[in-house]
């Protein structure tokens, strides 16, 4: 069965610090990765998405970015983060199939 | 289009009663629709699907109701329970295997024990 696997679960940055939020997938190949951060209170907003290896699309102008070293493997990264980029961050996958299947999110704060 | 970053609508609902949640999608050609619940501090997780030539699914406790006419769906849940307390999301997915679903903003449900 394929499974999402993110981490960490929480991490606390100061601001200017640089990110690394990795997202790996199992029991898939060539699965199409997303990244979203929701805000408290708020829905999700869709930051990255990748179809394969080394292809990465960018929906928001921001600070952040993004990068599939690996069939089933997508990583968030930030150089210096700001005290905007808190959130909660989730990675999902979209395979043969319709719908999304998440990751259990990070919680960053930036601080 | 996609979520933004809109304050999410709130339901509160007395447990054991039925809820009913809203949702207006955009695209008239998407084929296939899905509800997700997300719990605090969760990611999101699937409820139950529908697809677009088909008006009503039901599951265990859940309804998906779909209006194309109107591009409405909504979300039935049966003898509201403490347990969904969360917030519940619709997306959309347009045809041809497009690579991106579209979420709506969600709509938090409020269990009254």
């Known amino acids: 069965s394929q499974t999402i696997h993110q981490w960490p679960a929480t991490l606390v940055q100061p601001v200017g610090s640089p990110l690394s939020l990795e997202c790996t997938v199992e029991?898939?190949?060539?699965?199409?990765l997303y990244w979203y951060r929701q805000a408290a209170g708020r829905g999700l907003q869709l930051l990255f998405y990748?179809?394969?290896?080394?292809?990465i699309s960018s929906e928001v102008p921001q600070n952040l970015s993004a990068s599939r070293p690996q069939d089933r493997q997508f990583i968030l990264s930030s150089k210096k983060l700001l005290l905007s980029d808190s959130g909660f961050y989730l990675c999902?996958?979209?395979?043969?199939?319709?719908?999304?299947?998440f990751g259990s999110g990070t919680r960053l704060t930036v601080v | 289009g996609e979520s933004v970053g809109l304050h999410l609508p709130t339901l509160s609902v007395q447990e054991g009663d039925n809820s009913i949640i809203n949702c207006a999608y955009s695209?008239?050609?998407?084929?296939?629709f899905i509800w997700y619940k997300q719990e605090s501090g969760k990611g999101p997780q699937f409820i139950i699907d529908?697809?677009?030539?088909?008006d009503k699914r039901q599951g265990q406790r859940v309804t998906v109701l779909l209006n194309k006419t109107v591009k409405h769906l909504s979300l039935q849940i049966a003898a509201t329970q403490p347990g969904d307390s969360a917030v519940y999301f619709c997306?959309?997915?347009?045809?041809?295997?497009?690579?991106?679903?579209?979420f709506g903003i969600g709509t938090k449900l409020q269990v009254i024990p």
């Open positions: 990748s179809v394969g290896i080394g292809q």
């Open positions: 529908i697809r677009s030539n088909m």
């Open positions: 695209n008239s050609a998407s084929d296939y």
């Open positions: 029991g898939t190949s060539n699965p199409n």
């Open positions: 999902a996958w979209k395979g043969v199939a319709y719908g999304y299947t």
């Open positions: 997306a959309e997915n347009p045809p041809g295997g497009y690579q991106k679903v579209t």
